[in-house]
């Protein structure tokens, strides 16, 4: 098995050979597909703090299933952090139309390490899509307002904070960028997202570069005046979406 993964340590991709290796002999025909996806699959892997996150694909995911394949799994969690989404092929887009934004991201950022890929020719429903970002960019400000009030007077933990909610916030703005048919970037980093964004839909770009920074570990020296900006941001831009989102009929 050769694949290019660029950025990942030697010990993340024997980690990953091994489990190619030992889902094939563990699960035999059951085992359709190894795909990886997330932060490695993009050539960003941050030692310490990355996942390595994969998709296993079975054709049967019975119980019987999951215990076979469970000494892989608890191997390569041990030796490279990896996290598992267990599937079978025909759950792939099933799955996508609850959870439309993960998906098309996976779609668009994936190596496949064994096996088939239901990925390349994945299609989820614009309106499903729109509805999953109202959802998810309202769920993100609920949160965000919880936090603060817990943390509105500890600066390292504002921080923390934000960081933490980037990269989902620029994931979702990702595919909100697609759905008013525009490009996304080639270097598909949370900054160039943001930028993007700022100017697609007249968001406050300083906001959003200051957030950038953050996850790319440079602290905000005003944390809590960022957090305010974020949050007012978050509130226009949330009753946005949930406008345009009860206005898109789903498709039966």
Request: hydrophobic residues 50%; aromatic residues 4%; charged residues 20%.
């Amino acid at each position: 098995m050769t694949y290019a993964l660029p950025g990942a340590p030697e010990n993340i991709v024997l980690a990953l050979k091994s489990l190619a290796t030992d889902l094939s002999e563990q699960a035999g025909i059951n085992f359709a597909a190894l795909i990886l996806y997330g932060g490695l699959a993009r050539g960003r892997y941050r030692a310490g703090r990355s996942d390595v996150n994969v998709v296993v694909l079975l054709h049967n995911a019975n119980a019987q299933s999951l215990q076979a394949i469970a000494p892989a799994l608890r191997d390569a969690r041990r030796a490279a952090a990896v996290q598992a989404m267990i599937l079978t092929p025909a759950e792939v887009p099933l799955a996508a139309h609850d959870f439309p934004t993960k998906f098309l991201d996976i779609r668009r950022h994936h190596v496949v390490l064994h096996g088939v890929d239901p990925f390349a020719t994945l299609e989820v429903p614009q309106a499903l899509v729109l509805r999953r970002i109202a959802q998810s960019l309202r769920n993100m400000l609920l949160r965000l307002r919880h936090r603060y009030l817990i943390l509105c007077d500890e600066p390292d933990g504002l921080n923390k904070a934000l960081a933490e909610v980037a990269r989902p916030l620029a994931i979702e703005l990702g595919a909100l960028v697609q759905l008013e048919g525009n490009l996304l970037p080639d270097e598909d980093r949370t900054a160039s997202l943001f930028a993007l964004a700022a100017k697609a839909f007249n968001l406050d770009a300083s906001t959003l570069a200051s957030l950038a920074s953050l996850r790319d570990g440079i602290p905000e020296n005003d944390v809590a005046e960022l957090f305010k900006r974020l949050l007012d941001l978050l509130s226009s831009l949330s009753d946005q979406v949930d406008r345009r989102a009860a206005s898109v009929e789903i498709p039966t």
